[in-house]
């Protein structure tokens, strides 16, 4: 097992045990509930802007472990950012989970959230890596108040 999938497999255990920013927020700027139906992962994400500027993010569901870890590793990394700033990441983690895993990963600029490149391996968990993704794309959009992944 490569170095990387290992970190992956920690790094997913531990946000699933802990997941960060797990909690509702009070008046949240846009709230969107997101539905992956192939494994039953739902989460409703809570964002606060000011601005263009996310100030909080959090979230709260049930799924499986690469869904929550997913969720808890991109709250963390969205707080502060710029709506610009959180496309970018969208469309970052978009084209690694889709890449064609025959050609070398491109995980420029995601920092941390590389770790996640390891789920592209398995195409039936990719859904439930980026249901908060898109979750999140709908709430800076504020396009709807659910979306799903089918
Ligand atoms: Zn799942």
Not at 39 to 44: E, K, P, S, Y
Not at 77 to 103: C, I, N, P, W, Y
Request: aromatic share 4%; with cysteine.
């Amino acid at each position: 097992m490569s170095e990387l999938s290992d970190l992956y497999q920690q790094v997913i255990l531990d946000h699933n045990k802990k997941p960060r920013n797990f909690r509702k927020l009070d008046e949240p700027t846009r709230t969107v509930q997101g539905l992956n139906p192939l494994c039953g992962d739902q989460l409703t994400l809570y964002v606060d802007l000011d601005g263009d500027r996310i100030t909080d993010i959090s979230f709260q569901g049930s799924g499986c472990a690469i869904s929550r870890a997913s969720a808890s590793m991109m709250t963390d990394s969205l707080k502060g950012k710029t709506t610009a700033e959180a496309e970018q990441l969208f469309e970052g983690v978009h084209r690694m989970l889709t890449s064609d895993t025959s050609e070398p990963v491109n995980t420029e600029g995601l920092g941390k959230l590389a770790v996640l490149s390891g789920v592209r391996e398995f195409p039936t968990r990719v859904k439930c890596a980026s249901l908060s993704w898109h979750a999140l794309r709908n709430a800076l959009k504020g396009e709807g108040s659910k979306v799903s992944t089918e």
